[in-house]
């Protein structure tokens, strides 16, 4: 790598981390050196761009006994390496993209350690080893047929010209959603899908087993158009978004216990539903939704990026709305998040928003000057419930993100693990950006000691709940 090209030098000289990406860099040449740091210029969603560097080569892949060298492209934002790259494949004129679990059909590539990124635990180098893992699995590349008239590389001239744009809009496919639970917050969310995003077909699913009851029958009867009432799960099959709003009747007396049914309801259906939609992403809003999220996943076996739970989008949102209010978020350009457990233990950060999602530089605790405006926030909130109506309009709001594409950043429950240190596998509410593909989650941030204390009460709390629970 030729980390001395004035240019090189002259872009890195904006990165808020210079000396430690610089670090990163010199590790990957030690082990990849045929891999190269270029420069490019980066398109977002806005038409806005940016000078960035970009790190492009070749990963050597074995499959079938013989070796393949796959072309890779990285880009490497200006708060790198506290902020995962972008990855790409970067095909030749004479291979096609293999969609799958880890790439899509653009060639943007889709990993747990980029979801899970916590700089230093997360390296570049670690980065690579798991691509070449994960490939070897699953080849995401193949040779283009002699027959093949069509032109598979949009992406080899979209990347080849160095621009990349993100977001924003709705694919060409026919968009495909289904709500699980006929209750009233399953036809909150239908209603409010319905009023935000535009959808080809909205199936709505009354499940036999569960409390949430009723509604569908009256959807049902004044036909709404694009919507199908159904109690089969089947009807969901080849959704772009499976939301869950579902619980369970329970007459249990303890805590455990009621989650239990849950389980036990979830256990009926959560498997079923994955694969009925593979690419899917499971959105949950059953209760407790910090806990059901991890089941979820656990029973799905889907990718942790497409399981995803409503978690404190809402709290989010009205905190963002008080504090305009008052002026601060206006005048300093910042957007504040309610992150960990949906309980009396969520907390508060700071996030620098820029003209892209992919340009929010970090995460940062609030400070002493703004705590007390943060605190004042955060007992408005407690005075406002979470009726059915503005669970299902959160719940609109994170599918108009991920059925537009829109790489818009959401405070959703998500796979915690390794984020600000945490070490075990909990779910709790982060902000991430949400697309087609599902989640990725932004980089961990240091929290006052008494937040700290919040977070590690509630993955205690999980994890005892979980030794309880038969899954």
Not at 263 to 268: E, P
């Amino acid at each position: 790598m030729d980390l001395v090209w004035k240019l090189t030098v002259k872009i890195l000289s904006k990165y808020k981390f210079r000396d430690v990406a610089i670090e990163e860099l010199q590790k990957v040449s030690r082990l990849h050196p045929d891999i190269k740091v270029l420069y490019g210029t980066y398109t977002f969603s806005d038409s806005s761009q940016k000078d960035l560097l970009k790190v492009v080569g070749n990963i050597p892949v074995r499959y079938q006994g013989r070796l393949y060298n796959l072309p890779i492209l990285l880009w490497l934002v200006d708060s790198f390496p506290f902020t995962p790259p972008i990855c790409f494949l970067r095909p030749t004129s004479s291979m096609v993209i293999r969609e799958g679990k880890h790439v899509d059909s653009k060639g943007r590539i889709h990993l747990p350690g980029l979801h899970n990124w916590d700089h230093p635990k997360s390296s570049l180098n670690g980065l690579l080893a798991e691509m070449i893992a994960k490939f070897e699995e699953e080849p995401p590349l193949a040779a283009k047929s002699s027959g093949h008239v069509e032109n598979p590389n949009d992406l080899l001239a979209y990347v080849s010209n160095l621009t990349v744009d993100e977001g924003g809009h709705r694919s060409d496919q026919a968009v495909k959603v289904s709500v699980i639970g006929g209750g009233d917050l399953g036809v909150a969310a239908v209603l409010s899908i319905m009023a935000k995003s535009s959808v080809d077909k909205l199936v709505l699913i009354d499940v036999p087993e569960s409390s949430t009851k009723g509604g569908a029958t009256d959807v049902e009867i004044f036909s709404l158009p694009k919507v199908e009432v159904s109690k089969d799960l089947s009807a969901s099959a080849g959704s772009k978004v499976v939301i869950v709003t579902a619980n369970a009747w329970s007459d249990e007396q303890t805590y455990a216990s009621v989650v239990q049914t849950n389980v036990d309801l979830y256990r009926g259906m959560i498997h079923r539903l994955a694969q009925l939609s593979p690419k899917a992403v499971m959105l949950i809003a059953s209760q407790p939704v910090d806990i059901m999220t991890h089941v979820a996943w656990r029973q799905s076996h889907l990718l942790p990026t497409q399981v995803i739970g409503v978690g404190c989008n809402l709290d989010s949102e009205r905190l963002s709305q008080i504090i305009n209010i008052s002026l601060l978020a206006n005048n300093t350009g910042m957007q504040a998040w309610v992150i960990g457990e949906l309980s009396e233990n969520k907390v508060a950060v700071w996030g620098n928003v820029g003209p892209g999602t992919d340009q929010l530089q970090s995460l940062t605790p609030v400070s002493n000057s703004t705590k007390p405006l943060m605190d004042r926030a955060l007992e408005m909130l407690k005075g406002r419930g979470q009726r059915s109506w503005s669970v299902g309009l959160s719940i609109a709001d994170i599918t108009h993100s991920i059925i537009t594409d829109q790489k818009k950043i959401h405070s959703v429950t998500t796979l915690a693990e390794g984020w600000g240190g945490i070490g075990s596998k909990v779910f709790l509410s982060l902000p991430c950006v949400l697309g087609e593909n599902g989640s990725t989650r932004l980089a961990g941030v240091p929290v006052g000691s008494e937040d700290e204390s919040r977070l590690r009460e509630s993955v205690a709390s999980q994890i005892n709940l979980f030794m309880q629970l038969r899954l």
